[in-house]
Each structure stands twice: as C-alpha cells, then as structure tokens.
C-alpha cells in the first residue's frame, strides 16, 4: 500500500465506509476480466486427508488394524496432551497406591549360634585373613571404615574386616 498523502493508508480502508470507490474500482475489474471478488472455492481433495481415509487406503488388514491403533494412541495422547496444557499447575505422585500397614509388633528373632558352623580350620583362615601381619606382608593398609586398600587401590570394600572380626568373636 502507499504512504503518500491521499493514497490508501491500509487494507481494511477498502472495508470502511469511505473505501466505496475503491471497491466499486475492484468490481469494475473484476467485471472486465470476467470473474468475480470472490476466491475460488478449496477443493476437499487437495488437503490432508483425514485419519479414517488414511486407513480405508491400506489394503493390507493386519497393517490396517496396526495403523488404527497407532492412530487411536495418538487421539488418547493428544486428549491427554490438551488436558495437560488447560491446568495451571500439574503434581505428578508416583508413590504406590497400596499403603501396606503391617499388624505384626516388633519381634525378638532368636538366631542360631555360628559355633559348629565352621570348621577349626576355616576360622584359622578367616583369622588370618583380617591380622595384621597379613595386611603388613601383603602391602595393604586398613582403613577406619575397614575398608583394605592397596598400591593398585580398593581390595576389599568397606565394613569387610569389622565384619570378619565380629564373625570371629561370635564363634569364640
């Protein structure tokens, strides 16, 4: 559209009431050419077609029945997507839905004693196996956590010798 003074300043001009000339102007054209304002109607044809004619083209019945149901998880997803984006704020609870109350009271287990368990010969190794000696010839350190470390790092993790000493003293 023109800038200049007394020219038409915007479209929605031709629409007010002072555009009459302009569309008596557009008339008059349009009348000389042989058609009319109007535009020219879309044809259905040249659009997207629509779902169900997507799936009426598919020969094939299994590849048919396996397009509808994508087609029909894409319709529950975006109902779902819209609902989603019409709440203002959204609280996702991923808990479980059963709350599990226990009736039992809390119990004293009596366990069995460890002596007889092991062999004479298997607590000689497991008291070797946690001496000092041993960690001195081997080059490895104790850690207060009681974790056993070496030159190369981590050999046994930690709790591993606080564990095998109370092992020990329960059989004692």
Sequence with gaps: MSRKPGAIQSASTIRNTGGFRFRQLIEAWAASVG?????????KEQGVPSDNELVRRIDDPALRAVFS???????????EL????????????????????SQQ?????????????????????????????FFDKQGWMVTRAGQVKGDSGEIYKHGYVPAIRKILKEIE
């Design 105 to 133: 009271s809390e119990s004293v287990q009596l366990l069995p004693s460890l002596k007889g368990v092991l062999s004479d010969m298997e607590i000689t190794a497991l008291r070797a196996a946690v001496s000092d000696d």
């Design 35 to 43: 058609t009319d304002r109007k535009l020219p109607a879309k044809s």
């Design 69 to 79: 149901q994508i087609l029909a998880e894409r319709r529950r997803y975006l109902a």
């Design 82 to 101: 819209n609902l989603l984006k019409s709440q203002k704020d959204i609280v996702v609870d991923r808990r479980p839905n059963v709350v599990e109350i």
